[in-house]
């Protein structure tokens, strides 16, 4: 079967890390099986859909690398097509128009009470539920309405559809029968008649469940006692997601649905509009969602919920690829860092969890690293160029020295957001954490060592091995262990306390700001 993925979404807004995991699951599993991946715009939301979340969509999809295959369908265009296919489900009676109160008739999808043309109804037994006497059963073409009972003996409306009831009798509490529904269920389906029994204290009915299996989490059934006929058109003639949903996914020629699990609810009510309209049912994979630590819904309250806070963190696409597949999915050997290509031939839908995935933000950071470490040196150094000149203390900067710092840098740098914090390399206003400087400089000895290099560095051939040398000596000559002086040089030199080696940053910053530095620090800092 030729494979036929599609990523649908909803238009109104920035896209969520989920969403966007659920588009790279889609595409993989396109890519790896040389099937198409498909985009499909669901906007019918007139209110929330809006052409700056469409654009934002397009270029996010373009900038994480997915590209897609034939032209993209806007929901909102079908809808012509979506109403066609609703009048057909009302000639063949898998649908009806009601209208609520006063408002316009609706179009509801009839579950159906025969099931005899579904693949996906099962029987799972005669059962018994208790309700409250003091209400009576109403029953009709919409449904079931009755009062189930709470913990404190309280009635509690509810409301299901009329085929959750197969050979439903109505039983009192002496056990006598008050009413059997194969009696009267045809002028009932036909809306033609309502019936209203009291005093019931059970129902007793024969309870069928509509399922799917789902490639990840196996069969999954809902009790069509559970369920209630739902709207497919509004009153005011919209079609309702859920028609639209499956006339699109027909019209596309979707073999396998992928989305995230908070959809498997709709995909029970899917499964029958499909056959209804007498269409081949896809396969279905519902895939975990992603959680924040306390593993709940990874939100905006966690900060970086939406792909662009990601990129504006300073996340190279690629990272971002690798690191969504491996939230919810895994190889079969414990590689994390997998280009696009590896991810394609390595993606399959049997290894996708089932459970949540955590949101790790330093396995992200870590990921990232690693890529920014490939990075051509000229590339890095050029987009470091650009993200300096950007800032004020990046006026004017020698290219030799810049390309030094970077070459300095790269390996320790885990995206380029922190490009922003090397400001040391380029200006002598350090950014001094007044705790860190006392604690570290007002030592004693530290004065004396420093105004020691001062002297001693003022005739050095600036070089890695005569610095760490000099330093060396200054260490033993003051009576500290070997290695002790680097923190406090440090931080007199960068104003932080981490970094590249501190010989290599010296060796780079040159004698003249470290010169400069150590006079500031020996004056106001020791
Ligand atoms: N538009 C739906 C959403 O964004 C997607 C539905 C689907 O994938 O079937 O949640």
Redesign the pocket.
């Known amino acids: 079967m030729d494979v036929r993925v599609r990523f649908?979404?909803?238009p109104t807004g920035q896209i969520h890390i989920g969403?966007i995991r659920?588009a790279i699951f889609n595409w993989l599993y396109a890519r790896h099986n040389n099937g198409k991946f498909l985009i499909r715009v669901?906007d019918t939301d007139r209110e929330r859909s809006t052409q700056e979340a469409i654009d934002i969509l397009f270029s996010e999809l373009k900038w994480i690398g997915l590209n897609y295959d034939e032209t993209p369908i806007y929901q909102s265009k079908q809808i012509e097509h979506h109403r066609e296919q609703a009048e057909k489900l009302l000639d063949n009676k898998h649908a009806y128009k009601f209208a609520k109160g006063e408002g316009d008739e609706a179009v509801l999808f009839n579950i159906p009470w025969d099931d005899n043309t579904l693949k996906n109804i099962s029987t799972s037994g005669q059962i018994e539920i208790s309700i409250h006497p003091d209400i009576p059963v109403k029953i009709c073409k919409q449904g079931l309405f009755y009062a189930s009972i709470s913990n404190k003996g309280k009635p509690i409306p509810t409301e299901a559809c009329l085929a959750g009831f197969k050979d439903l009798s109505i039983i009192d509490s002496n056990n006598q029968c008050l009413f059997q529904i194969n009696d009267e269920i045809q002028p009932i389906l036909n809306g033609e008649k309502t019936c209203e029994i009291k005093n019931g204290q059970r129902l007793r009915f024969l309870r069928r469940e509509v399922y799917f299996d789902d490639l990840i989490k196996g069969r999954l059934s809902k009790p069509l006692d559970s369920m209630k006929d739902f709207v497919i058109v509004r009153g005011n003639g919209s079609p309702v997601?859920h028609l639209a949903?499956v006339c699109d996914d027909i019209l596309q020629n979707i073999t396998h649905?992928i989305?995230?699990d908070d959809?498997i609810e709709n995909t029970y009510r899917h499964t029958l509009i499909f056959q209804a309209i007498d269409a081949e049912l896809p396969s279905f994979t519902h895939i975990p969602m992603i959680t924040n630590e306390c593993g709940k819904p990874y939100s905006k309250r966690d900060g970086d919920a939406f792909l662009s806070d990601l990129r504006d963190m300073g996340y190279l696409p690629e990272a971002i690829l690798n690191y969504l597949t491996l939230l919810g999915w895994s190889p079969d050997d414990d590689t994390e860092k997998m280009g696009q290509k590896e991810l394609i031939s390595r993606f399959t839908l049997d290894r996708v969890q089932n459970s949540p995935a955590k949101m790790d933000q330093k396995k992200l950071l870590n990921l990232n690293g690693q890529y920014m470490e490939e990075i051509p040196p000229e590339e890095f150094s050029q987009h470091v160029t650009e993200i300096i000149s950007d800032q004020s203390w990046g006026n004017s900067v020698d290219p030799d020295y810049l390309d030094d710092v970077a070459k300095l840098m790269q390996s320790r740098t885990k995206t380029y957001n922190q490009v922003q914090d090397w400001s040391y390399f380029f200006t002598d206003n350090l950014n001094f954490d007044e705790k860190i400087t006392n604690r570290h400089l007002q030592k004693p000895g530290i004065k004396e060592a420093f105004s020691l290099l001062v002297t001693s560095f003022s005739d050095l051939t600036f070089e890695l091995n005569h610095i760490e040398s000099c330093i060396l000596d200054v260490t033993e000559s003051i009576g500290v262990k070997p290695g002790k002086l680097n923190l406090p040089l440090r931080i007199a030199l960068t104003g932080t306390n981490v970094g590249a080696g501190i010989y290599e940053i010296i060796l780079i910053l040159g004698k003249d700001k470290v010169i400069r530095r150590l006079d500031y620090a020996i004056n106001n800092l020791t």
Do not use: L
């Open positions: 649908a979404p909803s969403n659920t669901e997601f949903n649905i989305r995230g959809h």
